[in-house]
């Protein structure tokens, strides 16, 4: 199972480099990449672009970078049209930094100390560099305020190995920060010369994505009244010094537990009200010559599917995923099932034309929506054409082979334009296209599983790939099996 989530070719020079660093910079709100992980990204790129024009020979022409997911975790691909480079694989597993460093001679150093689980193939259209990127779980992040520098080394000297820090003297210092920035908690001193801890509180709060942002107040007043005015500004706990570790520790785990508590609560009862009033996916009049099945594990969850006859007799039939979960992809989900709704309104629209109009409204949304989505067209005859953004990779199904449809064209708005050229096949009897979301498969589809596929009928193929990794997922979960009945005109 892999998703492609941003691919972009570029021309294999020095200029270039700078572009795809900056196209990772771009991007990286849209596609949540954390502040350390676009460095390394960007990082990388540099770095092997850069030896591919010093020392590839013959230099490649061009150069494509694909970002996504796969049953690892993230990836990052690198393919160029250049010839095999056979001592790539040998030079960068045996890559170490020189001793003493200089500045020439770290490039394939850099990129396994980087990411060093990786992968080097050659194929007929040139090879491809795949890096594995470590998907470990991040420690919590505090945001720690105080005037005193004492204070802080001490603080940091008692949290650091618990968990992730970000440390200022000045609390205007950490509102810039949280202007473009998340943390989990604040600890913060309560007097301070140029802003007291209840007038940061009260600016945190006026930023909408940090209101119910955890604060914890440090403070060696235990005047009542100060005590009282803490309180009354909505903080989580009033720590008065001096502080112990165990004491420290057991309060923040505390407050974050509770944090996480209430939020779960408000969530499942937005859920609850969500479920009465979100619409129903568009199913209009089934085409006789084509079968659709469809399943789903979470009614009104961030996936959704539609299935819409177009004016020229043709049927359309879409799944898309808002990627997250909970009650904001189910309301992102909603959002977006009723604007294409109102898209398809218009008769006379192409899938293609509609796959534009989707990628330009996301484009010029000043809110990150992360849109899986993929367009299969059923034509007469039995043609199809499938159009992936995004989502994980469908299956193609006969009685000869089952194999998965590659062709994408990555998350859509996060460019202008977009790649239109769709995957295209004739189905024929007993062929299958199978679609799903990446709650249905979390690995990769074994050889003997997919030739199994073959053996099965349309309907059977869909019941077994429901299956795959029964028992259900606490994932959403979709699952849209298409096949061709024929001509019963």
């Known amino acids: ?14 200029s270039a480099v700078r572009s795809i660093r900056a196209l990772f910079a771009d991007k990286a709100a849209a596609l949540g990449i954390e502040a350390t992980r676009l460095q390394q990204l960007q990082l990388v790129c540099s ?32 393919h160029d049209d250049g010839q095999p480079w056979k001592q790539l694989k040998t030079a960068l597993s045996s890559a170490v930094f020189p001793s003493p460093l200089s500045e020439s001679g770290m490039g394939l150093a850099i990129i396994k100390a980087t990411f060093p689980d990786f992968a080097y193939q050659t194929t007929i259209n040139g090879n491809q560099l795949r890096f594995h990127l470590s998907d470990k779980k991040q420690k919590q992040h505090l945001l720690i305020v105080d005037d005193s520098q004492s204070q802080l080394k001490l ?30 908690l604040v600890l913060t001193d309560f007097h301070m010369p140029t802003m007291s801890g209840i007038v940061f509180r009260d600016r945190v709060k006026q930023q909408r994505r940090h209101a119910t942002l955890p604060f914890v107040f440090i403070s060696g007043d235990t005047l009542a009244d100060s005590i009282e005015l803490a309180g009354q500004s909505a903080i989580d706990d ?32 937005f859920e609850q009200q ?60 909603a959002v977006w099932l009723g604007y294409i709704s109102g898209l398809l309104e218009n008769k006379g629209i192409t899938p ?54 590659e062709h994408a064209s990555g998350l859509l708005g996060l460019f202008d334009e977009i790649d239109r050229e769709p995957w295209q096949n004739t189905l024929t009897s ?22 199994q596929l073959t053996e099965l009928t349309p309907k ?28 019963h005109d």
């Open 1 to 14: 199972m892999e998703q492609v989530l941003l691919q972009r070719r570029f021309d294999l020079t020095y």
């Open 47 to 78: 770095e092997y672009c850069t030896n591919l024009l010093k020392y590839s020979v013959p230099t490649a022409k061009s150069v494509t970078i694909s970002y996504g997911k796969s049953h690892q975790g993230y990836y990052l691909a690198i």
């Open 155 to 184: 603080l940091a000297h008692f949290l650091e190995d618990n968990y992730q820090l970000t440390i200022f003297s000045q609390a205007t210092e950490a509102i810039d920060w949280l202007a473009h920035n998340h943390c989990d």
């Open 238 to 269: 009033y720590l008065l010094k001096p502080i112990n570790k165990p004491h420290l520790l057991g309060v923040i785990q505390r407050v974050l537990e509770r944090h996480l508590h209430l939020t779960t609560q408000y969530q499942l009862q």
């Open 274 to 333: 969500l479920a009465l009033c979100l619409p129903l996916a568009n199913n209009q009049t089934e085409d006789p010559h084509w079968l659709v099945d469809i399943s789903q594990q979470a009614e009104n969850s961030g996936d959704f599917v539609m299935q819409h006859s177009l004016a020229d007799g043709t049927t359309l039939v879409i799944l898309g995923d808002h990627m997250g979960h909970g009650a904001i992809a189910k309301a992102n989900g």
């Open 352 to 405: 293609a034309e509609l796959y534009q109009r989707l990628n330009t409204k996301l484009y010029l949304s000043p809110s990150h929506h992360l849109l899986c989505l993929i367009l299969i067209h059923l034509q007469k005859g039995g043609k199809t054409a499938c159009f992936n953004a995004g989502m994980p990779t469908p299956l193609f199904c006969s009685q000869q082979q089952s194999t998965e449809i």
């Open 430 to 451: 007993g062929a299958s296209i199978h679609c799903y979301s990446d709650g249905l498969a979390e690995s990769d589809w074994e050889k003997k599983a997919l030739n």
């Open 460 to 487: 059977q193929r869909h019941h077994k790939l429901w299956q795959y990794n029964a028992p259900m997922t606490a994932d959403d979960k979709t699952l849209v099996s298409i096949s061709y009945i024929g001509n």
